[in-house]
């Protein structure tokens, strides 16, 4: 299995950015998919997930009603919009697969791509 993540970079404050991770080597349309981050000096958390059981989502408190996850079957990829970011949403941002446990705990998650660094000026 393998997860590429891409399009990070350097945004200012207010601005958006798209992330995309592209899977193969799974059953794509039957793995829930998710992001987690991780900032320098602090642990990895919880950004958001999309179950492939009816599509559900979820997203941390911190990035509700700016962020938007997704995905296309067709492509095998997950996207993770980011709208009005802000300085505390530099980290670097990993996708992650196949989920067997809680949604919000990385733990619980089979396989993970490599990261890709977003950095929010102000």
């Known amino acids: 299995v393998q997860l590429q993540a891409s399009g990070g970079g350097l945004v200012q404050a207010r601005g958006s950015l798209r992330l995309s991770c592209a899977a193969s080597?799974?059953?794509?349309?039957?793995?829930?998919m998710a992001w987690f981050r991780q900032a320098p000096g602090k642990e990895r958390e919880f950004v958001a997930a999309?179950?492939?059981?009816?599509?559900?989502?979820y997203y941390a408190d911190s990035v509700k009603g700016r962020f938007t996850i997704s995905t296309d079957n067709a492509k095998n990829t997950v996207y993770l919009q980011m709208n009005s970011l802000k300085p505390e949403d530099t980290a670097v941002y990993c996708c992650a697969a196949d989920l067997r446990g809680k949604y919000d705990n990385h733990y619980d998650y089979n396989y993970w791509g490599q990261g890709t660094l977003v950095t929010v000026s102000s």
């Open positions: 080597g799974l059953t794509f349309s039957r793995s829930t």
């Open positions: 999309i179950s492939w059981i009816g599509g559900s989502t």
